[in-house]
């Protein structure tokens, strides 16, 4: 498959997809949204592929969607063509999908990291939900998912007032997941994303669909959908191995 604006690779049995428009700090346009699921959408089939990692360049993961594209939307079409959807399809994935985020995550940009299942930030990363001083409001899923992670109280004030927040920020309210210098964070990404790939994959899924769940049930289902899901990972030969490898004291391998 070809893109355009994004570069696709893998590493063993981690996805690698690289957002790459950096005449335009990878703002996002409708084209490369489209790119990024159909990656996707090829790593969720591929059996091979157990994790993804998603980042962009040293200077911006992205800078926003593309302000160039959306100047002269009209309310239709950006409805009927449900515009900035694809986030929603990022967010909906059941691999793991990591954002390895450096340099800005602004607007759209920062909603696509938070539609991933976690960030590691480099340390010169750079958020903001801006687009209160474009006239307009997070459209990618911004107020709230990031109201879920800060609170009412940040999530308000970061939103109505767009200002930028740096990396230390970011994990003291629960941003990202951890901050690491620049120079290792695609290599901190890589290695967390390769623990994750060589898991049970049926284990991984569940625990990813189990959180999933936390901000659509309430405690008591969600906690009836941990223990239904727990008590099924029993009928998979990876707990066997799991727990037998454990015994033996040796390490196990998980089916593929
Ligand atoms: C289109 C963008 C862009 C964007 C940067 N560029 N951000 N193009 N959409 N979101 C382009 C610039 O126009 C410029 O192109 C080139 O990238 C380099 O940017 P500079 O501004 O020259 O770089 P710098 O001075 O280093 O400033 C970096 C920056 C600034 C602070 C990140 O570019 C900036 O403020 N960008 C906009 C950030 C923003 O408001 N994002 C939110 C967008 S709204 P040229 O051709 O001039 O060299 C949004 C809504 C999502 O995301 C809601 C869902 C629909």
Do not use: W
């Not at 090829?42 to 911006?60: M, N, P, Q, W």
Request: charged share 25%; glycine share 8%; net charge negative.
């Amino acid at each position: 498959m070809s893109y355009q604006h994004i570069r696709v690779e893998r590493d063993g049995a981690v996805g690698l997809i690289v957002l790459d428009r950096p005449q335009a700090l990878n703002a996002l346009n409708s084209a490369l949204l489209e790119e990024l699921n159909r990656a996707l959408d090829a790593f969720e089939h591929d059996r091979e592929i157990g994790c993804v990692l998603l980042s962009g360049s040293d200077k911006a993961f992205a800078a926003g969607a593309d302000i160039r594209e959306m100047v002269g939307l009209h309310f239709p079409d950006s409805y009927l063509e449900e515009f900035f959807a694809g986030v929603d399809r990022v967010a909906a994935r059941r691999k793991p999908v990591i954002a390895a985020v450096a340099g800005y995550a602004l607007g759209g940009g920062f909603e696509l990291a938070l539609a991933c299942d976690f960030i590691i930030a480099a340390d010169n990363a750079r958020f903001a939900l801006p687009e209160i001083t474009l006239g307009v409001l997070p459209g990618g899923g911004g107020t709230q998912r990031l109201a879920r992670l800060v609170g009412r109280a940040k999530a308000m004030e970061m939103t109505l007032t767009g200002r930028q927040f740096d990396a230390a920020e970011a994990e003291r309210c629960g941003v990202v997941a951890r901050v690491v210098p620049l120079a290792e964070l695609q290599a901190t990404a890589l290695d967390t994303a390769r623990q994750i790939a060589a898991r049970s994959r049926t284990a991984v899924l569940m625990i990813k669909e189990c959180i999933q769940r936390c901000d659509e049930s309430s405690l008591a289902e969600g906690l009836r959908f941990e223990r239904r899901l727990f008590h099924a990972a029993f009928a998979t030969a990876d707990q066997k191995e799991g727990m037998g490898a454990f015994l033996e004291k040796r390490p196990a391998q998980f089916q593929r």
